[in-house]
Structure formats: structure tokens, C-alpha cells
């Protein structure tokens, strides 16, 4: 018998990643996706897989080699899982390509999303963000923290996503306050 997590770590070891979703985010949110299933149910396998394979396209969207790493990851992971006849490469394949979403209609699908928007809170998500390279200067930074990731406690699909995100977003707002109040206390 195959065993499937074993090959998608070997496949994602021979893949070429983007720095901000990396093989360490793509653990982060496997580990929290089954950590928001163990209280909120839902396929542990179909969970697992999904955050395994999230992000396998997203370096290719940020190359602008495709439009939607999404889209092109669910196609790329169920073309992957039905090398080894996994019988939910399809379920995997829907979570994948709805990960981008705010909200679906399945579990497995929401978990994998609030999963997700958690590597952008704690420590760990504030260096990401000050990471991407589509902001260039700390202005536009402190922007995106505040119209994007302050919001991201009240978007959570799972009652167990919103309870992890309102810890982790005090760690983003410690940041964010205490930067501030040296930005405004700078000479002249």
C-alpha cells in the first residue's frame, strides 16, 4: 500500500516553492487545519491533503506564469493523488481550489480556509507580511495589516479558527500600535 502523505512530501520537496509559502507555511497550516478538526470534525485525510497541497502553484502565480495558484493547484493535486487511485482526490481538489474563498458550503473546505488565513497572525504571519514583496515600503505594510489581517478574526469560518485567531491577532496589534507610536514620535 502507497503511502500518500509519504509521496507528498517527496513531491513537495522536488517542487520549487514561493519564500512566503514555503514548505514551513504549508506545515503551519496542515498543523493548524487538523487542530481546527479535531474540535470541529470533518475528513482528517481529505484535511491533511488539501493544506499538504494548498499552495503547490502559488510561486508559478507570483512568477505570472498562471492567473489563479488556486484554480491550478486543485488541477495539479488531483492529477497527483489519482497517480496513487486516491478515492477523494476530487474532495482534495475542491478545498484546494476553494481556498482563496471566504466561506463554502463543505467542512473540509472552510477548515482548510481559516487554516490558511492563520499563518498570516502570531509571529510567524507578521513576518510574512513584512516579507511580500508587493509592498515597498512600511506605510503600505501597516495598511495591509490594518484593511486586511485585523478583519481576519471576524472572517473565520470555525468557531475553533476564530478562538485561535483572536489570540494570535494580539501579536499583530502589539506590532502595529507599538510601531505607530514610534513612527509618529520620529524627529521633525
Known sequence: MVDIEEKIFEFLNNIELDITHDLGHIKRVT?????????????????????????????????????????????????????????????VAFCIASHKLKRTDILEANI??????????????????????????LEEHLEYIKNKIFKIPESMNTETGKKIALEK??????????????IKNTYR
Not at 172 to 179: A, D, L, M, Q
Open 31 to 91: 498543523y493548524n487545519a487538523r487542530k481546527i478538526a479535531e474540535k470541529e470534525g470533518g475528513n482528517i485525510e481529505i484535511i491533511t491533503y488539501s493544506a499538504l497541497l494548498h499552495d503547490i502553484s502559488k510561486k508559478d502565480e507570483v512568477d505570472g506564469i498562471i492567473k489563479d495558484h488556486a484554480l491550478e493547484g486543485a488541477h495539479r493535486a488531483e492529477e497527483f493523488l489519482n497517480k496513487y487511485n486516491y478515492k477523494n482526490s476530487s474532495d
Open 112 to 137: 482548510l480556509i481559516d487554516a490558511d488565513k492563520l499563518d498570516l497572525l502570531g509571529y510567524t504571519g507578521l513576518a510574512r507580511i513584512l516579507m511580500n514583496k508587493k509592498r515597498t515600503s
Open 169 to 182: 491577532i494580539k501579536i499583530i496589534e502589539e506590532y502595529y500600535n507599538g510601531i505607530k507610536d514610534e
